[in-house]
């Protein structure tokens, strides 16, 4: 069983950058592909990016390729989202998953899930 915790979504500027960190409070994420997924309102919640569980392939929805970037430290129990030139359309509320699938597009390749952190971007 893993938990999972994020923090760093707040309000940045249009083209501004924000880091979001996703850590296990409990559990350890080594085994597990990870990935991110952010969700507007009410609105299907759409992956965003994964990474498989050494690092050895990242995948990326097309809308943040060039602009997001994600990363893991294993012995950090850490998952990270560098988000940089930031859009608008960018603003959710952003979840990570722990799965046994990797690199999976799938909210069903993940079988835990944190609370989520909310971006806000300003123009």
């Known amino acids: 069983q893993v938990q999972l915790v994020e923090s760093g979504g707040r309000s940045v500027q249009a083209g501004g950058s924000l880091r979001l960190s996703c850590t296990a409070s409990?559990?350890?994420?080594?085994?597990?592909?990870m990935a991110w997924f952010r969700q507007v309102s009410r609105s299907e919640r759409e992956y965003v990016a994964a990474?498989?569980?050494?690092?050895?392939?990242?995948r990326y929805t097309e809308s943040v390729k060039g602009r997001f970037t994600i990363t893991r430290d294993n012995a950090k129990n850490t998952l990270w989202l560098q988000m940089d030139n930031l859009r608008p359309e960018d603003a959710a509320r952003y979840y990570c998953a722990a799965g046994s699938y990797q690199l999976g597009l799938l909210r069903a390749s993940y079988q835990y899930w944190g609370q989520g952190t909310q971006v806000t971007i300003s123009s």
């Open positions: 990474i498989t569980s050494n690092s050895d392939a990242t």
């Open positions: 409990r559990g350890d994420i080594t085994e597990y592909a």
